[in-house]
């Protein structure tokens, strides 16, 4: 991963105030969009051979709460996060989103219930512009069928037009709204962490998972992440981030869970995260 953290100055693209995220994101009239409100999963557990990546862990995201996932590099958080968006199958255990059980359901069936994510590498179209890139996220709600849109009949212009001010808003309030036409293969890493976040929330989901979002980040560009994601509570979106920078997590979570070895060792507020004795002794250090 491209790592940035001595960058001196705040980028001018990155300066930008997040406002637009609101309204955009979720108070946005909700013809198409379900708003859920708990993504439960219950003792998931996967193994890769005689490894147990992910070891009978339960977690609840709900709405509208920033959740911490914090553990040492290997103890299974980006498998967790890889079950819960389905792109590795369950060996054990359940994830239900309020009635629905999305245990089974495969990876492209995972938006409709409320799910987006970012990557721990970003992953994104590099000869496509950063409008683009971000536009991709709304196909979920696209109802148009594909000779609509070969045919560019008006229900699948008026969408393309939706999706494309859904998303430049979103770029705007990630703070990438003077670069919307800039190929994504131009752009600096913290803009493609940015841009990630933003294609998510064009899926306009209730739950976001961001796996390492300020890896590489300045700390000026944290500070914006920050801002990025205490908005996107207040939206109501529920939060899942994994992220080493400790400080981060513990100021803006409301729950911390803690891996280790693939297992759930403490879950709690931040405080008791912190002064958890086995957390200190295999992660945050004396
Ligand atoms: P973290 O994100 O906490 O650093 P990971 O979830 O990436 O941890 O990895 C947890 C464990 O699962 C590690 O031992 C890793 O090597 C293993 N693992 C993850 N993905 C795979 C895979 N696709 N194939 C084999 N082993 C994997
Ligand atoms: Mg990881």
């Known amino acids: 991963m491209t790592s940035n953290p001595t960058s001196p100055a705040p980028r001018a693209t990155l300066a930008a105030s997040p406002s637009a995220i609101g309204a955009s994101a979720a108070h946005r009239p909700a013809r198409e969009t379900t708003r859920r409100g708990e993504l439960v999963a219950t003792g998931l557990t996967r193994r890769f051979g005689s490894v147990v990546a992910v070891d009978s862990v339960s977690l609840t995201l709900k709405a509208g709460e920033i959740h911490g996932l914090i553990g040492p590099n290997g103890s299974g958080k980006t498998t967790f996060l890889n079950l819960l968006t389905g792109y590795y199958k369950v060996d054990e255990g359940r994830i239900v989103v309020d009635a629905d059980d999305l245990t089974a359901a495969p990876v492209q069936r995972r938006p409709h219930f409320g799910i987006a994510r970012t990557f721990q590498k970003p992953r994104l179209l590099g000869s496509l512009t950063v409008l683009d890139n971000a536009m991709l996220g709304g196909w979920e709600h696209a109802r148009s069928g594909f000779l609509e849109t070969a045919l560019a009949l ?48 064009t899926m306009r989901p209730s739950f976001i998972l961001l796996d390492e979002p300020a890896g590489g980040l300045t700390e000026h560009e944290i500070e914006q992440l920050a801002r990025i994601v205490v908005q996107l509570r207040e939206c109501g979106i529920g939060v899942l981030i994994v992220e080493h920078h400790t400080d981060f997590v513990f100021r803006i979570c409301d729950r911390v869970t803690t891996l280790n070895l693939g297992k759930m060792i403490k879950h709690g507020t931040p405080d008791e995260v912190r002064n958890d004795p086995e957390v200190i002794r295999v992660y945050l250090g004396a």
């Open 154 to 201: 008006p229900r699948a212009r008026r969408e393309d037009r939706q999706q494309r001010e859904l998303a430049a808003e979103l770029l705007h309030g990630v703070g990438l709204g003077n670069i919307l036409t800039r190929r994504a293969n131009l752009l600096d890493h913290a803009e493609q962490r940015f841009l990630e976040i933003a294609r998510g929330l």
